[in-house]
């Protein structure tokens, strides 16, 4: 029985040899020591999720150097990104639609020579 070849660049590379997937993402943004501005206001002060439309160089520099240190995989940034926890923001009016394509985005580009798997997927969750 044979088996065929992988359907992805990803799964192709994930049966070649082991990939290396980035870092903590949240030690990462607390490094840059962001004020509640940068999040958007007082009241977003800790929604990283915001901080791809409020700060999107701080979300593409930090995708760019887990890159300079030799990850394979980037993923995205979408910590409580569902449609329940933005509510609690008072950000019921973002959808997953409006935050987590430009999470996938940024990380795509931050990407442009390595491997980049960036698929949101469209139903959302809760």
């Known amino acids: 029985m044979s088996s ?3 359907s992805s660049r990803y799964l192709a590379e994930l049966s070649r040899r082991v990939l290396i997937y980035d870092g903590a ?3 990462n943004i607390q490094r840059h020591n962001l004020t509640a501005e940068d ?3 007082k009241s977003l002060e800790g929604c990283n999720d915001n901080l791809v439309l409020t700060r999107p160089d701080v979300i593409k520099s930090i995708h760019a150097s887990f890159l ?3 990850c394979d995989v980037v993923e995205t940034c979408t910590f409580q990104s569902t449609p329940r926890r933005l509510a609690e923001w008072g950000l019921g009016d973002k959808t997953t639609r409006s935050t987590s394509p430009p999470h996938a985005w940024r990380a795509k580009r931050a990407t442009p ?3 980049a798997i960036t698929r949101v997927s469209s139903r959302a969750r809760s």
């Open 4 to 6: 065929s070849p992988p």
């Open 68 to 70: 300079a240190v030799g």
């Open 39 to 41: 999040f958007g206001g």
């Open 113 to 115: 020579s390595r491997l």
């Open 25 to 27: 993402m949240g030690t």
